[in-house]
C-alpha cells in the first residue's frame, strides 16, 4: 500500500515537497515512480527512482525543477518540486513496480491515492 501526501496550494514560483510512504517490508526492492494527471488529460510520467536510489530519471518538463529521492530505511519515496508552474497543477501518484525503471503508467504494479498540487499564477 502507498500513501502519498504533501500536496497544496502554493504560487508560482514556489515549492512543495511530496512524500509516499509504502507499508511492507521489501520496499527497497521496488522501483518507484511518480505520475501526475491534470484534470480532462491523460495520466503522465513525471520521474522515477531505482531501488537503490542510484538512478533517476525525469520527463524534460520537470527536469531541472524536480528532484526524486528515496529512503528506503522509512519506506519513502519524496518529490522536491521547486520553481514551480501553473501548468505543474496535477493530482500526483507514487507508484512501485518490480523490475527496471519505466515511464510508462501500464508498468507498474501499486498506485498511491493521490495528492492534488494547484499552482496559482
Known amino acids: 500500500q502507498l500513501q502519498a501526501s504533501g500536496g497544496g496550494l502554493v504560487q508560482a514560483g514556489g515549492s512543495l515537497r511530496l512524500s509516499c510512504v509504502a507499508s511492507?517490508?521489501?520496499?527497497?526492492?521496488?522501483?518507484m515512480g511518480w505520475f501526475r494527471q491534470a484534470s480532462g488529460k491523460e495520466r503522465e510520467f513525471v520521474a522515477v527512482?531505482?531501488?537503490?536510489?542510484?538512478?533517476?530519471y525525469y520527463a524534460d518538463s520537470v527536469l531541472g525543477r524536480f528532484t526524486i529521492s528515496r529512503d528506503n530505511a522509512k519506506n519513502t519515496v519524496y518529490l522536491q518540486m521547486n520553481s514551480l508552474k501553473p501548468e505543474d497543477t496535477a493530482v500526483y501518484y507514487c507508484a512501485a513496480r518490480s523490475g527496471g525503471s519505466s515511464t510508462y503508467v501500464r508498468e507498474y504494479d501499486y498506485w498511491g491515492q493521490g495528492t492534488q498540487v494547484t499552482v496559482s499564477s
Open positions: 527512482i531505482s531501488w537503490s536510489g542510484s538512478t533517476t
Open positions: 511492507g517490508r521489501t520496499f527497497s526492492r521496488y522501483v
